[in-house]
C-alpha cells in the first residue's frame, strides 16, 4: 500500500488530539485545495527555515499528498531536534481524524 510505503501506518487515531499540531507540507496552491481541519501549512522547503514553529508543540503530525513529502519534513525535523513528529501520509487520511 503507498500509504504504508510513505507514511501513514501509525495509529493517528491515538496521537491526534486538539493539542496536535497539523502541518501539511505541500505548496500553498494544493493547501488551497483542501486539507485536514485546523492544519497549518508550511511547505516542505520553508520547513527548515520555520523550525521555531515546531518547538514547544507536543505532538505534531506533518502530511502532504502521498506522504513522500511529509516523510522529508519528518527526517528535516528530526535532524533539528524536534522528536515528537509523526508521519502521517495523505492529507486525507489525516483529515478522517479531524473534527
Not at 492544519?39 to 514553529?53: F, G
Amino acid at each position: 500500500m503507498l500509504n504504508n510505503l510513505f507514511g501513514g501506518g501509525e495509529d493517528l487515531s491515538a496521537i491526534i488530539t486538539s493539542e496536535t499540531f497539523l502541518v501539511d507540507v505541500r505548496m500553498p496552491s494544493e493547501f488551497a485545495g483542501g486539507s485536514a481541519k485546523g492544519a497549518v501549512n508550511i511547505p516542505l522547503d520553508t520547513v527548515a527555515s520555520q523550525i521555531s514553529k515546531f518547538k514547544n508543540k507536543k505532538n505534531i503530525v506533518v502530511f502532504c499528498r502521498s506522504g513522500n513529502r511529509s516523510g522529508q519534513a519528518k527526517s528535516i525535523l528530526e535532524a533539528n531536534g524536534i522528536s515528537n513528529v509523526t508521519n502521517g501520509g495523505t492529507w486525507d487520511n489525516v483529515a478522517q481524524y479531524c473534527n
